[in-house]
């Protein structure tokens, strides 16, 4: 009876993990950003940015353009450019937080006691200097 029950809690965990999607975040027409499972096609053309299930940004998709500005072949390229850019940015980003967290398990432990024993053993000081960041 135990593994009956405990059977059917694992598949309704299993279930559950299986249903979580995507968050979409976007703004709304008081200017407002909304986070929500779908973007309403009303707000679509707006542009959004799609957030994976830790609320990080893992793709973004920009504004629809209108037909004056879609022939407007300068700005269209210039908008490519920068869309580009703005990718290589963030893969660059990526990068530097994966090698941060490795740095941080193998230099100072997976969790340090507190903040003065991590900064003693350098770890804060020598990685702000390694990279200065860049918005």
């Known amino acids: 009876m135990v593994s009956k029950q405990l059977a059917l809690v694992l598949v309704l965990f299993t279930c559950s993990v299986a249903t979580v999607d995507n968050l979409y975040r976007y703004k709304n027409e ?21 957030l994976n299930p830790l609320g990080e940004v893992i793709k973004v998709v920009p504004r629809q353009l209108s037909d004056s500005e879609l022939n407007d072949k300068d700005l269209v390229e210039r908008l490519k450019r920068g869309a580009e850019a703005e990718r290589a940015r963030l893969a660059e980003w990526e990068r530097f937080f994966v090698a941060l967290q490795h740095h941080r398990r193998h230099r100072c432990g997976s969790r340090p ?18 990279r200065p960041f860049t918005a």
């Open 30 to 50: 008081a200017g407002g950003t909304v986070a929500d499972w779908h973007v309403p096609a009303k707000f679509a053309g707006r542009g959004y940015e799609v």
């Open 113 to 130: 006691r507190s903040i003065s024993a991590a900064a003693g053993r350098g770890c804060v000081a020598e990685i702000a200097q390694s």
